[in-house]
Nanobody, 115 residues
Framework: QVQLVESGGGLVQPGGSLRLSCAAS????????MGWYRQAPGKQRELVAS???????NYVDSVRYRFTISRDNGKNTFSLQMNNLKTEDTAVYYC?????????WGQGTQVTVSS
């Protein structure tokens, strides 16, 4: 079992930055895939970024070159650095660990980008 807790959300102006962190209570293994998803009001949850074993990353086109996902297996944490935030990035962000056929989710953290 893995329990995930996000932190770092909040209100930021367009062009600003935020760093989201996800702390796991259970052990994170190197073969786990970590990801960040988001869900805006009235929209489906979408994958924003993921990082696989070995460090291979994947980003949705809308955040590529603005967001960076990273992981620290030793500290059981992974993060999402978000730069040059836009109003359309406003959503609840969820961290996720995918292990074999099981998904673990955090409770979500609100990110609001507004002037």
């Amino acid at each position: 079992q893995v329990q995930l807790v996000e932190s770092g959300g909040g209100l930021v102006q367009p062009g600003g930055s935020l760093r989201l962190s996800c702390a796991a209570s259970g052990r994170i293994f190197s073969f786990d895939t970590m990801g960040w998803y988001r869900q805006a009001p009235g929209k489906q949850r979408e994958l924003v970024a993921s990082i696989r074993s070995g460090g291979a990353t994947n980003y949705v086109d809308s955040v590529r070159y603005r967001f960076t996902i990273s992981r620290d297996n030793g500290k059981n944490t992974f993060s999402l650095q978000m730069n040059n935030l836009k109003t359309e990035d406003t959503a609840v962000y969820y961290c996720n660990v995918h292990r074999w056929s099981t998904d673990y989710w955090g409770q979500g953290t609100q990110v609001t980008v507004s002037s």
